[in-house]
């Protein structure tokens, strides 16, 4: 019987000091080792073993990417402007053993270490470049927070400002400069576009008037080449000139007289004028045919192997 509860004890306590050998790591964390409370190794995600009752398992630091909110704080900028401003910061453990006994309470030290760099950064610049240099913000925060955080063992790998809050009053005067700063672009806008009108108008009609120039000057031209060549027609003889006045005068009556809105011709001369261009247009015609009739007799006689009717009398036959 006491031998049974002595094996019955040593079972226990063999099975007590395999439980207490095996340390099971998650994944994500690493755990330090401590004998007799002091530091001797780190055991990482998975199955380990320990020495009962020497060995204790000292710090669970979770090596994933963590991230800490920044309070809202206020911050004087160079030119005399409060602000409030916060922001977060992503950080990753990546010495245990570090982030375990360099430095007491991780999260509270980073958060006032960027807290403390963030009033820094922005204290030295002015409003408008806190404005519109977000980024260079981010990057100085990022490698003066991540200098001092390196002896820990700590790896900051973004800080972001997440607002920036203005004051009731600067916030209507920032409004009303850019209004007008934008009143007055679209007024340049506008000039701009009035004067480029100006100047295309300008142009288009010098481009018009060179045209109606040109057309005027070809139009003289082809006068005077006409002109030339109805002189030269001629020859002197006024008869075909007037021919071809009375000819353009009784064109220009017809076209009067079939004008589709007109009821009523009133001619300004004498109904005996038109008779008498008529008449003389007759008698041009007569002259013209019997001038043609004694060319082509003279040329029959010359030639009696000719007809009458064979014979084409034109201007340059009668120089001839």
Avoid at 58 to 69: A, F, I, Q, W
Avoid at 125 to 132: E, G, K, Q
Avoid at 181 to 188: N, T, V, Y
Wanted: glycine letters at 4%; charged letters at 25%; proline letters at 2%.
């Amino acid at each position: 019987m006491t031998i049974l509860f002595v094996l019955i004890s040593f079972l226990l306590l063999l099975l007590t000091f395999a439980f207490l050998a095996v340390v099971v790591v998650p994944q994500g964390y690493n755990y330090t080792v401590e004998r007799l409370g002091r530091y001797i190794k780190t055991l990482h995600s998975g199955l380990s073993f320990i020495i009962p009752f020497v060995d204790r398992v000292g710090r669970k630091v979770n090596m994933m990417e963590r991230v800490v909110d920044m309070q809202k704080q206020e911050v004087i900028t160079r030119d005399n402007v409060i602000v409030t401003v916060d922001g977060i910061v992503f950080f990753r453990v990546m010495d245990a053993p570090k982030a375990s006994y360099e430095v007491d309470e991780l999260d509270l030290s980073i958060l006032n270490l960027a807290t403390t760099s963030t009033r820094t950064v922005m204290g030295s610049m002015d409003l408008d470049d806190l404005l519109s240099q977000r980024d260079e913000i981010n990057k100085r925060l990022l490698s003066a927070v991540d200098i001092a955080t390196s002896p820990w063992g700590i790896k900051v790998t973004r800080i972001e400002i997440r607002d920036i809050d203005l004051p009731t009053d600067l916030l209507e005067s920032m409004a009303r400069q850019m209004k007008a700063e934008r009143d007055r672009r679209a007024s340049i806008l506008c000039a701009e576009g009035d004067k480029q009108s100006i100047v295309l108008n300008a142009e288009g009609r010098k481009h018009a008037a060179f045209l109606d120039a040109e057309a005027r000057e070809r139009s003289a031209q082809a006068e005077a080449a006409s002109v030339t060549l109805v002189n030269k027609a001629v020859c002197g003889d006024t008869r075909a000139l007037n021919y071809f006045v009375a000819q353009k005068y009784i064109e220009a009556f017809g076209k009067l007289a079939s004008a589709p809105n007109q009821k009523v011709l009133m001619l300004p001369v004498e109904s005996a004028s038109i008779m008498g261009a008529i008449g003389g247009i007759a008698e041009i015609a007569r002259g013209v045919f019997n001038e043609n009739k004694e060319t082509a007799v003279g040329l029959v006689e010359k030639d009696e192997s000719l007809e009458i009717s064979d014979v084409c009398v034109t201007p340059q036959n009668k120089k001839k």
